[in-house]
């Protein structure tokens, strides 16, 4: 079992950033793949950003590349979501994710996933 908890939401100026981190608790963490999803007002849960087992893999969704950059520290059991030139689309609750893997990929739908953190807000006001 993985317990997850983000931290770091908040409300912005749009051209802002933040900087969420997910802290994980209960298993080993270095051979779990991790992501982040973003869910808005009326929208079904997107994928943001994904990470493999080492960090040595990332891949992100359409709307985020070169503004968003996902990174893991396994000394410290973290991720961490970095947000640049956040715009109000990015307005959302932000979610950790996590599942075991031993290949070593990255992992982009919701269902791919087994375990969740509880969501953070995030806020980008024009």
């Known amino acids: 079992q993985v317990q997850l908890v983000e931290s770091g939401g908040g409300l912005v100026q749009a051209g802002g950033s933040l900087r969420l981190s997910c802290a994980a608790s209960?298993?080993?963490?270095?051979?779990?793949?991790m992501g982040w999803f973003r869910q808005g007002p009326g929208k079904d849960r997107a994928f943001v950003a994904g990470?493999?087992?080492?960090?040595?893999?990332?891949y992100y969704g359409e709307s985020v590349k070169g503004r968003f950059t996902i990174s893991r520290d396994n000394a410290k059991n973290t991720v961490y979501l970095q947000m640049n030139s956040l715009q109000p689309e990015d307005t959302a609750v932000y979610y950790c994710?996590?599942?075991?893997?031993?290949?070593?990929?990255?992992?982009?739908?919701?269902?791919?996933?087994?375990?969740w953190g509880q969501g953070t807000q995030v806020t980008v006001s024009s």
């Open positions: 990470i493999s087992r080492n960090g040595g893999r990332t």
């Open positions: 209960g298993r080993t963490f270095s051979p779990i793949a």
């Open positions: 994710a996590a599942r075991r893997d031993d290949s070593g990929r990255v992992f982009i739908g919701p269902s791919e996933y087994e375990y």
